[in-house]
């Protein structure tokens, strides 16, 4: 049964997407009491502690691969592990948890086009006609539809935190494909997991002398808790192995189901209201994926063999 379901890469995406989604409304929950750096740190601490029994193992029957492709783990803890989560953190003390999600959902988007400029892949004129309707949809968000907005520049700079957190996570995808099928997705999660742990002691230990913490009670340790377990560990995980099993582009895809999971539970946690031009934004952001998903399965292959 557990090998049927690991071997099933569109239900391992989904859940991936599932417990992704909880990420920034858990993350716009506790940034009332804690600053962004120790929020990141904190659940890499918890993904480090339940994770210590495999990550001996893995350095001590996996350390030659940890050598061999050290610079690639370096980058991947760097772009995946830190940068994507610690900047959506960041983003959500400035912007709506709906907001995070819905600009979450140009992830493939920006997967396709770092693949243009980073790895050689052709695309044809409908990608372009699908990024520009995607990239209109992100404005109608971030300047939650005001034409005068869009004109003058003004946006909110937890928006254009997030855009960063969801191109720091195009890069994770493209170049963890690079590794897979050389090192076990285990071995390549429980490495960067470490690294990216371990660069977080010295950026915490600054942002905790220079800002103060708030109260943290019962509710905040089960969002970090939450954040720990669930998206830090076991969407990765999930992810990583979707990814071998499809490859990033077609993987990719299932990210849309990101901003609907992410908005359910931003009502209800959160109580957040979803405003018409998060809708109208949303709506086309998914429209652009749309035309992008659908683009000849030559494209996709060629993001797959790079």
């Known amino acids: ?3 049927r379901i690991g071997n099933a890469p569109y239900f391992l995406l989904v859940i991936a997407a599932l417990f992704w989604g909880g990420n920034a409304v858990a993350g716009k929950f506790l940034a009332g009491s804690l600053p962004p750096v120790t929020i990141s740190f904190t ?10 029994p495999v990550i001996i193992r893995l350095f001590k029957y996996e350390r030659g691969a940890l050598r061999e492709h050290f610079k690639l783990l370096l980058f991947l803890a760097v ?17 709506t948890a709906i907001n995070a999600t819905l600009l979450n959902s ?19 004129l409908r990608y372009w006609v699908s990024m520009a309707i995607s990239m209109l949809g992100v404005l109608v968000v971030i300047t939650h539809g005001s034409f005068e907005r869009m004109l003058s520049l003004h946006f909110n ?21 690079k590794i897979s099928g050389q090192i076990p997705s285990l071995a390549i999660f429980g490495f960067t997991l470490t690294i990216g742990f371990l660069l977080m002691i ?20 089960s969002a970090l808790f939450y ?7 076991c969407s990765f995980l999930l992810w990583n192995r979707g990814v071998e099993l499809i490859g990033p582009s077609k993987a990719s895809i299932s ?11 931003a009502f209800f946690v959160l109580g957040e209201v979803i405003s018409l031009p998060q809708v109208l934004g949303g709506c086309l952001v998914f429209v652009g994926v749309f035309i992008t998903s659908f683009t000849k399965k030559k494209t996709v292959q060629l993001a797959e063999e790079a």
């Open 79 to 95: 772009t995946g592990v830190i940068g994507f989560n610690l900047l959506i953190y960041w983003a959500v003390n400035y912007t």
């Open 255 to 265: 990210l849309n189901l990101i901003p609907v999971f992410g908005t359910v539970f």
């Open 202 to 221: 010295p950026a915490v230990a600054i942002e905790l002398f220079l800002v103060p913490v708030g109260t943290v009670g019962l509710e905040e340790w």
């Open 43 to 52: 659940r890499l601490a918890i993904g480090v502690l339940i994770m210590s």
């Open 1 to 3: 049964m557990l090998q």
């Open 106 to 124: 140009t992830s493939p988007l920006f997967i396709f086009l770092l693949s243009a400029l980073l790895i050689g892949e052709k695309m044809e």
């Open 157 to 177: 700079i937890g928006d254009l935190i997030m855009v960063l957190a969801v191109i720091s996570w195009a890069l994770y995808s493209i170049f963890i494909k």
């Open 227 to 233: 954040i720990g377990i669930f998206p830090s560990i």
